[in-house]
Nanobody, 126 residues
């Protein structure tokens, strides 16, 4: 069974930093497009940042509010992807999910990924 295990969430003050991890088993993340999406309380899931395995393979930010603050990376040896979050704001409070699949699509993979982790909660206090 394919598993994506997200971790690293927690409570942080405004302006703080967190690094989320997503460890994969039974799939090789280097061969998939990988994404981080989030679901704020009472809102729909939204794409945050996605690495597309097609074309140039770069990362695309889907949530404008995270530009300059969030970065995504992959460690092929550990089969793990990361989301580094800096200068966090209360509006970043959400459950963060990692996903893997064929492509990022128009919504950062929200509707196109094949595999999802269970999510990790990030709470930013004001």
């Amino acid at each position: 069974e394919v598993q994506l295990q997200a971790s690293g969430g927690g409570l942080v003050q405004t302006g703080g930093s967190l690094r989320l991890s997503c460890a994969a088993s039974r799939i090789n993340l280097r061969t998939y497009s990988v994404t981080w999406v989030r679901q704020p309380p009472g809102k729909e899931r939204e794409g945050v940042i996605c690495i597309n395995n097609r074309g140039a393979g770069g990362a695309t930010i889907y949530a404008d509010s995270v530009k300059g603050r969030f970065t995504v990376s992959r460690d092929g040896e550990k089969n793990t992807m990361y989301l580094q979050m800096e200068n966090l704001d209360p509006d970043d409070t959400a459950v963060y999910y990692c996903g893997a699949g064929p492509g990022c699509g128009y919504d950062g993979g929200v509707s196109s990924m094949d595999y999802w982790g269970k999510g990790t909660l990030v709470t930013v206090s004001s």
